[in-house]
């Protein structure tokens, strides 16, 4: 009898064991285990990434290879899509991770998880060389430009407002691009007065055209977090924390200030706290 019993027992237990859900795969072990990984990047945001020869390069590109070779990848698939369709296609599992050049604001802050910084992304203006504008209000009845749902539009956005606030006009007009040479090449064509982006982009752009473009004025936005980094989604923070061990590697040995000397002619500072919104993980 009580051997039956024992029997029945450890039936129920072996039946209970198999009706368990096994743990879903996280992104990071798929990697691991398959040794091949997607990522999407914008490669017309020069020099953090752009085509040259076919192949996707730049400083963003550089890291990436480091990152990869860290992760155990043997394939990597580097998709090239319109800024737009960046952050909606990682959450919607369209690739593994964002490697392209994201700024870090507030809201994006609770949708992604931002990975250890890459670079220094200070808002700034780039005007064409000459021209008279030295200080915030010169951008008054002035047409600004900058890229369709990057960090730098709700930046310029406000400045408008400000700029309002304190009895201007504001700006005549705000021009979204889909890309940020789009803009380069409207502000050369005299179709807009002031591009706003990132200082690092513009200080390349400015070095790269010395006769045609020159930096204007830093324009940051009140609390703003002015660092560039990747995301990933929020359930992948194990995948999150592997890139981010990386990339501070990298900064901890001299290997970032190496490839920012590269593509930039200058070194960043990069901390180690405080480049996050509070409550951000």
Known sequence: MCRRMLMLVAGAACATTLALPAAAETTLEKIKRTGEVTVGTEAAFPPFEFVKDGKIVGYGADILAVVVQDLGVKKLNQLDLPWQGI???????????????????????????????????????????????????????????????????????????????????????????????????????????????????????????????????????????PYLAWVTRPDDKDLRDAISASIKKMRDDGRLAALQMKWFGFEMKIPDSGYLPPGAE
């Open 87 to 225: 952050l909606p296609g990682v959450l919607a599992g369209k690739f593994d991770f964002v490697a392209t050049t994201v700024g870090i604001n507030e809201e994006r802050a609770k949708r992604y998880a931002y990975t250890f910084p890459i670079a220094d992304g200070m808002p700034y203006t780039m005007k064409r060389k000459g021209d008279a504008i030295a200080k915030i209000e010169d951008f008054n009845g002035k047409v600004m430009a900058t890229q369709l749902a990057s960090s730098t539009e709700p930046v310029a956005r406000a400045l408008d407002e400000k700029l309002k606030a304190a009895g201007g006009t504001g700006f005549k007009e705000l021009k979204l691009f889909t890309a940020f040479p789009e803009a380069y090449v409207a502000l050369a064509n005299g179709e807009v007065d002031a591009v706003m982006q990132s200082l690092p982009a513009l200080a390349v752009a400015v070095k790269e055209k010395p006769d045609l473009f020159e930096l204007a004025i830093a324009t940051p936005k009140d609390g703003g977090y």
